[in-house]
């Protein structure tokens, strides 16, 4: 705990009280609070900057144009205190104050103003919090009030008071952050002249001690002051340091969450006006698979809202050293920050990093749980504050994460970011592409691209540029369209194989009613095409699951019947059949027995277990045979979904649906089942 210690100055007489307040160095009298804080500056029409006015505020005189982080350290103290509470810790009685301020930046100029204005006293900050320290502080601070000193202590939240000295002290006081009256004071009082213009709250939005201080400059008046204070807080809360990041108006795409974030904007308005409370702002996560935008909707949101964006990450706090005081030292800076640039918005990226209580090893249960428990106080203190702080949160497991995150109050919402659409892809070209290919129509790229994410699209567009800038010409539609979709060198023989697989797959779940949103032939990682699937929010019966994995047999299906038979590039296929139909039955209670083991636990148990692969083995055989059944049923639409792939690479689920509809199939293509192999005999026979 690194500590300053000095023993103030006599400072020079104080302007006469008045009648009503106490005598200098006088104390409350029993079971009386000091006094209550001076009102705002607007209700106050002093602002003299003259000796008398100084005096009366309970300062020295200083010269006219002060140090202004000292001023304004001064004025918050005021605030803080209560004018005649200040001409008591003036006097330089016997007693333990203790200060809290907004952050770091604030120790060393409360210090100042304490020794300026304080007669006989001792001043310790608190930097650290090391054991050994915080004892040296505690001796230090009892030396000094056995000397008859005034003692002041000055911390900030992310480095707490030793409980003994918090038991011990006569008062305890925080300051807050500069407002606008508080401001407009200090301005008053460094100039010497009348502020004729008045600051709006939001040209302060995100400005910390440091940015105050820069504005107030020796010689100007308050006209260039405030205009320094503006556009410290355009710079801040404007732009936000993110000139690439799209407004949130001109997304494409997003869903729900783009709704709502459209309506969070408005409510931050709301809270500028005074029409709302800053703990009405809502709060929220975002989820979803890698590179889908997350962390792009957050940047457009604070762009949007003209609000600082404050970033971390629980990797972040563990940088350094994963030693438990090291994170929450981190963990309680990312909150005091945003306390200290309220109204803000702060992203905590990756948070699924911090475990669900429940999914907890015993071995670091007790460490994860103290962070996530500090996670839940600091939620809850920035809310009950009340300064608008809107805490935003991105994951690709929504899963994983405690059920008391995502309650309200703390994340009051929780959304679902899937990869964008044809015509939000369309959307999130037009937007980076900025004036390049004005005019183009990208909706035939983006159906090049469907399946991709918005980070894979903002990659094409570089790569594009990239190609253009080497070759020294402008960016052309061709260029893009050979970075969304570069030329098959596959043979077609190959393409036309993993065309009939992927037809396969998307005719039979159309068949069974399950929803197909892309089917492509276009190269993906591992994969040689891939048939895009839409989740539906419906209960997981036996039947469904079975639906499922019949459509993902349907490929194989598909390659016995009308391609040249059976190959291993259906075995990703069955291994994920496979361990749905093992979870069907260990898992989920849906087989013979209530048997519910984890879904890697079923796997595992299937390698040991000859029963249970026998049973998977006869259940996989009749859904093959039902997918082969459907197959047949359908091999004109299956065959021209084939040719409509190898001509367009990318056919949506509406042209699927087409397709299947041009082409009825025969009359065993019906909704009939094959029967499983856990049913009764009479049902089998049927």
């Known amino acids: 705990m690194s500590q300053s210690q000095s023993h103030g100055t006599e400072n020079s007489a104080a302007a006469p009280l008045d009648p009503s307040d106490p005598a200098p160095g006088a104390e409350p009298a029993p079971g009386q609070d000091w006094p209550s804080a001076v009102p705002d500056a607007a209700a ?19 010269p006219p144009q002060p140090n202004p982080g000292t001023l304004l350290a001064e004025l918050a103290l005021t605030r803080a ?34 020794h300026r204005d304080a007669r006989n006293a001792s001043v310790f900050k608190i930097r650290s919090d090391k054991p050994r320290e915080r004892e040296s502080l505690v001796e230090e601070v009892g030396r000094s ?71 107030m400059r020796p010689c100007s008046g308050p006209g260039p002051i405030l205009a320094r ?24 795409g997003y869903g729900e969450a783009r709704s709502w974030a459209l309506g969070l904007v408005a409510d931050v308005e709301r809270f500028r006006a005074g029409a709302l409370a800053g ?18 909707l957050a940047q457009a949101v604070a762009r949007s809202a003209r609000l600082p964006l404050v970033v971390t990450s629980v990797a972040e706090w563990l940088n350094g050293s994963s030693y438990l005081d090291n994170v929450l030292k981190q963990q309680n800076a990312f909150f005091d920050e945003l306390l200290a640039r309220a109204p803000c918005i702060g992203f905590l990226d990756e948070i699924d990093a911090l475990p669900s209580r429940d999914r907890m090893s015993d071995r670091n249960a007790d460490y994860w749980t103290t962070i996530l428990t500090n996670q839940f106080l600091q939620m809850d203190r920035i809310r009950k504050a009340g300064r608008g702080v809107i805490l935003l949160a991105a994951t690709n497991h929504i899963d994983r994460l405690d059920p008391a995150l995502r309650r309200p109050g703390r994340f009051d919402r929780t959304f679902t970011i899937a990869p964008p659409d044809e015509a939000a892809l369309a959307a999130i070209l037009r937007t980076h592409l900025g004036a390049d290919l004005a005019g183009a129509d990208l909706v035939g790229l983006a159906r090049l691209g469907l399946g991709a994410t ?27 369209a050979e970075t969304v979709r570069p030329r098959d060198s596959r043979p077609v023989a190959f393409q036309r194989a993993v065309a009939l697989h992927e037809a396969g797959h998307a005719i039979v779940a159309t068949r069974l009613g399950i929803p197909v949103l892309h089917v492509s032939i276009e190269p993906r990682g591992a ?5 895009q699937i ?35 590039g259906a075995s990703a296929d069955l291994r994920l059949a496979t361990a749905r139909l093992a979870a069907l039955r260990t898992s989920h209670g849906l087989g013979r027995t209530l048997l519910a083991l984890d879904e890697a636990e079923a796997s595992a148990l299937l390698a040991r277990d000859p029963h249970l692969a026998r049973s998977v083995e006869r259940h996989l055989q009749s859904l093959m045979r039902e997918s082969l059944r459907l197959v047949a049923a359908n091999r004109d639409a299956v065959a021209a979904l084939a040719e409509m792939l190898l001509l367009r690479r990318v056919v949506t689920g509406r042209e699927v649906e087409a397709i299947a509809a041009a082409h009825p199939g025969t009359a065993s293509a019906g909704s009939r089942r094959a029967p499983s192999p856990d049913a009764p005999r009479a049902a089998r026979s049927g």
């Open 81 to 114: 205190l209560g004018r005649p509470g200040r001409r008591v810790l003036h006097a330089g009685r016997n007693q333990l104050v203790l200060v809290r301020v907004p952050n770091a930046d604030w120790l060393g100029p409360v210090e100042t103003a304490i």
């Open 44 to 62: 106050d029409p002093d602002f003299g900057v003259d000796g008398a006015d100084r005096a009366a505020a309970g300062f020295a005189h200083q």
């Open 527 to 531: 994969a040689a095409g891939w048939t």
């Open 454 to 480: 918005g980070a894979e699209a903002v990659g094409w567009i570089r790569a594009a540029r990239a190609r253009a800038r080497r070759e020294g010409r402008d960016l052309t539609v061709s260029d893009l």
């Open 145 to 215: 009030l056995t000397q008859g000193r005034l003692v002041a202590v000055i911390s900030t939240n992310a480095q707490p008071v030793p409980a003994s000295l918090v038991a011990a002290a006569d008062r305890s006081i925080s300051l807050a952050l500069p407002d606008v009256a508080l401001v407009t004071r200090a301005v008053r009082r460094f100039t010497g002249s009348r502020v004729r213009s008045r600051l709006d709250p939001q040209d302060l939005a995100g400005l910390g001690l440091p940015d105050l201080v820069a504005a």
């Open 279 to 296: 703990d009405a702002l809502e709060c929220a996560i975002f989820g979803g698979p890698p590179g889908t935008g997350k962390t792009t």
């Open 534 to 568: 839409r989740s539906v929010d419906a209960v997981p019966t036996r039947a469904r699951i079975e639906a499922q994995v019949t459509e993902i047999l349907g490929g194989r299906a598909a390659d016995i019947l009308l391609g040249t038979g059976p190959h291993a």
């Open 229 to 252: 204070l503006r556009r410290a807080g355009e710079r801040r809360a404007g732009a936000n340091g993110l000139p690439d990041v799209p407004a949130l108006e001109d997304l494409g």
